[in-house]
């Protein structure tokens, strides 16, 4: 079979890493080297030259945009259709493995997905039973903590309470009543979710890898059939991630593909350690770096390239390219962000004056905050432009609204929908009203809205309250 067309317009390295021998293989890939490119490449060489099966191949990305972009090229480099391949993000595919196997995940069929929301809201229920007042304990710190332990793969059960570790002065100075509070909302929070059947984004990962460790069967299954694991990002992989695809990437053939110099998330549970222990944790890496770049110029990389020498604990790396040298770099220190913004619209008038395009013109800011002053004077110099990023489609209010009474239609008992609803539109049923279905629906362990139902058949509550 010709696969010529699988290697055309790559450069050295990438043909290496394309090509490599099946195996384990750690590919450094720096900024701008086509990563995505060398990925998809990779799939296409697997299944046209060396035969595999896309049954056989899962790739994870980081986002579902990375993963349809990558299917589509895919599908247009092999022009045929690869549907049986898994293709998407560990949460989507650890989703649609729950999915299948909801009975051995111990799950209800038609279990629930929290968004941050829903969680949110469920924590502070949670909270509010345990008679702890939101001022002293923020309910976003518990949920910041439940999601931390559970991205560590640990269980209520395997947190530290504070008094395994700590003395009674450490107990009474304050330092682990954090600790132990926390586990009590993370017990308390984990019981209500599994009688509701209510699974959160970081319960997607921990329960999925729970299902592969408690039925060996399953797990087998699955390391047969996956035998080819690709992973894009791999700097940015967390603990539960981590030991994810160690326990099914048994087969010797994985490809990670990550560049320890853009780990930026360790604030939500990147490791950096995944990718720099990766060769001493996997058998037999044959290592690949990627440093040519096809994306900025000369000038910006041997500033980058110095910039990040100063960091320690890095595999190391230089970008280079073979495009132009580029510009000078500006730095220009304003004396605040008036003058930043007068700074930056004058420039951009003389780039407009010059024949430019506005559209040709980009700024960057750190926080959606800088925006308003920056907007106030494009106004005022009549440049026009356009915000991009804002509030995602399905996290606007109005849909989550009804999206939430989409879910009361399928499932009455669903208590994070009955919750986001039962006074919208405004029917004049207040936090006391809510409260009190609370009571009655913990009283009797019945979800919130057979609470209401039974609460009214039986004159719990008002016939004013009642009728709302």
């Known amino acids: 079979m010709d696969v010529t067309h699988i290697l055309e317009h790559l450069n050295e390295a990438q043909r290496e890493a394309v090509t490599a021998p099946v195996g384990n293989v750690l590919v450094v890939a720096g900024a701008g080297s086509g990563k995505t490119r060398v990925l998809v490449h990779r799939i296409a060489w697997l299944i046209e030259a060396e035969g595999v099966s896309p049954h056989g191949v899962l790739a994870v990305t980081f986002t579902n945009k990375a993963a349809a972009e990558m299917r589509n090229r895919i599908e247009e480099l092999l022009q045929l259709s690869v549907r049986t391949m898994w293709v998407g993000t560990f949460h989507g595919i650890a989703h649609r493995l729950l999915r299948m196997h909801w009975q051995e995940a111990k799950l209800p069929q038609n279990f629930q997905i929290l968004d941050a929301d ?11 039973g345990l008679d702890l007042d939101e001022k002293k304990w923020p309910a976003r710190q518990a949920v910041w903590f439940i999601n931390a332990q559970k991205d560590e793969g640990r269980r209520a059960r395997d947190v530290a309470s504070g008094e395994d570790v700590a003395s009674g002065e450490d107990v009474a100075s304050g330092v682990d009543i954090f600790q132990i509070t926390h586990k009590r909302i993370y017990e308390n929070y984990e019981q209500v979710c599994n009688q509701g059947g209510l699974v959160d984004f970081a319960e997607l990962l921990l329960r999925s890898y729970e299902l592969w460790l408690q039925n060996a069967d399953m797990l087998a299954h699955y390391q047969q059939r996956f035998r080819h694991l690709l992973v894009d990002e791999f700097q940015d992989t967390n603990t539960i991630q981590y030991a994810w695809l160690k326990v099914l990437g048994t087969t010797g053939h994985t490809m990670a593909v990550g560049d320890d ?4 998330y360790g604030w939500r549970g990147a490791r950096i350690e995944n990718i720099l222990s990766y060769s001493r944790e996997f058998s ?14 000369g000038t910006i990389l041997k500033a980058a390239n110095a910039l990040i020498d100063h960091n320690s604990g890095r595999l190391g790396k ?10 000078p770099i ?25 024949g430019g395009s506005p559209e040709d013109v980009g700024i960057l800011y750190r926080s959606n905050a800088q925006s308003r002053v920056l907007e106030e004077a494009l106004l005022q110099a009549r440049i026009p432009y356009r915000i991009y990023g804002g509030v995602r489609f399905f996290e606007r209010v109005e849909i989550k609204n009804a999206m939430a009474y989409m879910r009361l239609v399928h499932d009455r008992h669903s208590d994070p929908a009955f919750e986001r609803v039962v006074n919208i539109p405004t029917r004049g049923i207040g936090d006391k009203t809510v409260e009190a279905i609370r009571v009655e629906a913990r009283a009797r362990s019945v979800s919130l809205w057979q609470a209401g139902k039974e609460g009214i058949a039986s004159g719990v509550f008002s016939p004013r309250v009642a009728n709302k």
Do not use: C
């Open 318 to 327: 230089k970008l280079w390219t073979a495009g132009e040298e580029g510009e």
């Open 118 to 128: 829903d969680q949110l809201r469920l924590v502070k229920r949670v909270m509010r």
């Open 284 to 297: 037999n890496v044959h290592e690949i770096r990627l440093e040519q770049n096809y994306r900025s110029t």
């Open 330 to 354: 500006r730095v220009y220190s304003a004396y605040n962000d008036l003058d930043e913004a007068r700074f930056i619209v004058e420039r951009t008038q003389d780039w407009i004056e010059g």
């Open 261 to 264: 110099d853009q780990s930026i």
